[in-house]
């Protein structure tokens, strides 16, 4: 098994800076809208970590060399913010239109008061890369990371206290469905539960793999799936407690499954996943079928948004950021 990219590039980085359920893949079972599919001109050629849009206007991009982008205009201008940082960022978090975080390598944690504009650095009281940030509310606020890291504050981020994990597997991303309910992945298949105390203790949950995990989402409270590498999928349907292996399948010509590198669902029953060399996938009926979406595009995708189901955002590799338009349902 190749190393996962999202290993690959943590590996690059750390040179850098040290020197069994199967779901389809075949046609809709209902008609899909029709989708467009637009690159968008981001001023960089650096790789994008994480993108995040509040609305279909109002975006930011954060990666590599303390890169922070946004956006007013919904992607057709991406203006270059000063960061204040040359570390890599990894992930960003906007809680309302004018705060949000940005965290990253060797524990940054950058928070803005005004929409992006600027942007002060927090105090992690950690060295190990964080991975990903997730604010339920404005002032509590939970971020991973290497090592079994997982840090929360309730004061907006000006303190953040280490929570015991059980793990010291890598954590790569965290999903509040509300102030009560959380979930976090990482490596070696890991899934820590938090279910009704707000985080204050944290499970870990059975999945039999040891697949790294790169992302998890609640597509409702009951429902939640993880992604990770080699077409690593995993759902549940009891709000995290027990999960089910839903892997991807190498097709006929197939000669590696590829990376999942992030999962969005839209609403209702649309979903999203993507990950290396381009990859999309998308459902429309809860993730019975997942079909492939042909391209053209070759850069790996780490970042997905969806503000509003009809419109989303993607980024990775080389500066690359796509514009996804489903279009009307198509009947």
């Known amino acids: 098994m190749s190393t996962p990219a999202w290993g690959r590039i943590h590996g690059r980085l750390l040179a850098a800076l040290f020197l069994a359920g199967i779901p389809a893949l075949s046609a809709f079972a209902e008609n899909p809208r029709p989708l467009v599919i637009t690159p968008q001109k981001s001023g960089t050629e650096v790789t994008l970590m994480g993108v995040y849009f509040r609305d279909i206007k109002l975006g930011w991009a954060v990666g590599a060399s303390g890169t922070i982008l946004k956006t007013t205009d ?35 944690i950058l928070h803005s008061k005004d929409g992006g504009e600027r942007w002060i650095g927090q105090v992690s009281g950690t060295q190990a890369p964080l991975y990903g940030v997730y604010f339920p509310t404005a002032t509590e606020g939970w971020t991973v990371g290497g090592n079994g890291t997982l840090l929360h504050s309730t004061d907006g981020g000006a303190n953040w206290s280490d929570v015991a994990t059980g793990t010291n597997a890598a954590l790569y991303a965290v999903y509040f469905i509300d102030q009560t309910h959380g979930l976090a992945v990482g490596a070696l298949g890991t899934i820590l539960l938090s279910q009704d105390d707000g985080g204050r203790t944290w499970v870990l949950r059975e999945t039999k793999s040891a697949a790294t995990l790169f992302d998890v989402i609640y597509a409702d409270s009951a429902n939640a799936w993880a992604v990770g590498n080699a077409g690593a999928m995993f759902q549940t349907t009891d709000g995290g407690a027990t ?19 992030r999962i969005r669902f839209n609403g209702g029953k649309e979903g999203w996943i993507v990950g290396e060399r381009g990859t999309i996938y998308r459902t429309i009926n809860a993730g019975l079928t997942w079909t ?6 070759k850069a790996s995708l780490y970042g997905l948004t969806f503000p509003d189901p009809a419109s989303g955002w993607t980024a990775g590799e080389g500066g690359t950021i796509l514009h996804l338009l489903p279009g009307p349902a198509n009947r």
């Open 292 to 297: 492939e979406l042909p391209n053209g595009f």
């Open 243 to 261: 999960w089910v292996d839903r892997t991807l399948a190498c097709a006929q010509h197939c000669s590696r499954v590829i990376d999942l590198l």
């Open 74 to 108: 919904g992607g057709r201008r991406w203006n270059m913010i000063p960061s204040g940082t040359r570390e890599t960022l990894t992930a960003v978090f906007f809680v309302d239109g004018l705060r949000g975080w940005a965290v990253g390598s060797n524990g940054t």
